[in-house]
């Protein structure tokens, strides 16, 4: 497994850089707190793993071949990381006796993964761009699997914690239209970046 390392340092850039998930994750941390996103984050990494198979088994090129395709994908992308802009530009400050908010779920998390052009572009890279295991396709892709699940659990923790960090800025209304503002910006222009790959 010598290209192990460079599989690890790659895999570190493409899920730990800011995209769609890292960024609604650190929102989430924000405006709820770490535990109460830790399912949203759990679904996005289930999500992803679905997105792994479909890579590594080659239906994504299969699907994207179909005559139509892939302006129906992109549209459907862009229309949902759209939704998601607005809500977070349009959070309300976070208040010390508001009601209970609700929060990303389980089931958003991995809807967001399943419509996130940057999480293909990255697995695409790193299924195809890495032999891990040589002339064992199943095993050379059930390592990726499972370095690839480790890498997203703690580069989404991270982004997740650190959005937990920026809670109390969300009490001040001024601070909080800022980041709400700068996290919408950010998550619709990560979406056009990756629609270049």
Known sequence: MEGLLGFVLAGL???GSP???TLSLAATG???GARRGLGYLTGI???MVIVMGIIATGVAGLLLALPGAKPVAATLAAAYFAYLAIRIATAPPLA???GPRRQPSFAAGIFLSLVNPKGYAAMAALFSGFVLVKERLELDAAVKVIVLVAIIIAASSAWLFAGAGLTRFFREPR????INMTFAVLLVASLA???LF
């Open 175 to 178: 601070a909080n239209r800022f």
């Open 96 to 98: 010390e006796g508001a």
């Open 13 to 15: 850039a493409l899920a």
């Open 193 to 195: 970046l990756a629609s």
């Open 30 to 32: 924000a405006a709820f």
């Open 45 to 47: 990494v289930i999500g």
């Open 19 to 21: 995209g769609p998930a």
